[in-house]
């Protein structure tokens, strides 16, 4: 919904804080022209960056998809 990388990062250690120890995150993608816009598309490549990023600080089980 337009989060910055810097916001995911610190959300993800927040999580880990916390005990969540699975995650699933994803691309939200406006179902109709209705509804909140898509503020960009996040390509793959960040996503496994952000896996990288999950899976180092301690997640367990982690699936990260634009789709």
């Known amino acids: 919904m337009g989060e910055r990388e810097e916001e995911i990062m610190a959300v993800l250690e927040d999580l880990r804080r916390a005990g969540c120890s699975y995650l699933s995150i994803g691309q939200y993608l406006a179902p109709s022209k209705a ?33």
Do not use: N
Not at 48 to 53: A, G, P, T
């Open 35 to 67: 509804h909140f816009p898509v503020m960009e598309y996040v390509p793959p490549e960040i996503f496994d960056q952000y896996r990288e990023y999950a899976l180092s600080l301690g997640f367990l089980m982690w699936k990260a998809a634009p789709t």
